[in-house]
């Protein structure tokens, strides 16, 4: 962690540590990010089920960390997204253009990545394509979320890229190198899911649709290679399927994080399910900021978490 900036400041409660960007060395630079967003996915669809078996065995044996973010509100998607992006608070107007998305204008993660060369590619909700429409790759695909009945094709038709994405970049373990085959091989991949929240919207939030949901989505993130693979929910659930509120059940969501070699070693968590780390959903641009080597938002007030999980940080200032 040389090189890092910090900064210190106390509050009545607690001394707090600001980790700004952090130059990353070059064989420490991610080979390549996946995001997978799962709409409506609440901290209790992880904490309080066992239908994500995968996922809570990778953190019960330190193949994965997890923490639990808050989220602000609206609980709805599009501002969400900004906030993730942006790691700035947006404003109670955005619910009224939660449906009308157009390209944002703040600084943001993704647009910094494609700034310094690096291809993005998505497939999911099509609000990001709006919000983004000079990121991503030409082969990203929307999906529209607008027919809630619909919590199957909507999610096949993400999860059916998958594979052609994961074989168009070969990584050789031994000598580290990586061939592209057959087009651009996407450095940053970003998944939005959004049958989980269909499910709610048109079943509720307790219908037994939901565990088919959940074992879906377990299955597609035990297929996950990539050196820093992040799920997380945008926003969670009330019982009755809805959200847009603060109750606890709409604003806790999961945030679950691996990296390949921690994958393989099973060295990677400091937490668990039955008391994980706290952050704000805002931290979350933060820390994808520094592991993607971009700088931070300059309106960004999250701050990284990797204190949190990483076991061998050091904090130098």
Known sequence: MGGCAIDHYTTSSADVVILKHCPLPPSALPRRSVLMVIDAWKWDFLGES?????????????????????????????????????????????????????????????????????????????????????????????VVSFYVTDYTQVDDNVTR?????????????????????????????????????????SLGGESAQILVKLREMDGIIRSGDSFLFTILGDHGMTKAGNHGGSSSDETRVPVVVYRSEEKEKGDGGRTNLSAPPSIEQLDVASFLSHEMDVEVQRDAIGVTFHHRIDSDLQLLG
């Open 50 to 142: 066992e239908a994500m078996e995968y996922v809570r065995s990778s953190i019960d044996t330190g193949a994965a960390s997890v923490l639990q973010a808050r989220v602000q509100t609206p609980t709805v998607t599009m501002p969400r997204i900004k906030a993730l992006t942006s790691g700035s608070v947006p404003s109670f107007a955005s619910v009224l253009l939660n449906f009308h998305s157009s390209a944002t204008v703040e600084e943001s993660w993704p647009r910094a990545v494609r700034e310094k060369g690096r291809s993005l590619v998505f497939y999911g909700d099509d609000t990001w394509l709006h919000l983004f429409p000079d990121v991503f790759e030409e082969r990203s695909e929307g």
């Open 161 to 201: 890229h998958i594979d052609d994405e994961l074989r168009m970049r070969t990584v050789i373990k031994d000598q580290r190198e990586i061939k592209d085959q057959g087009g651009k091989a996407a450095d940053v991949l970003i998944l939005h899911y959004l049958g989980l929240d269909h499910i709610g919207h």
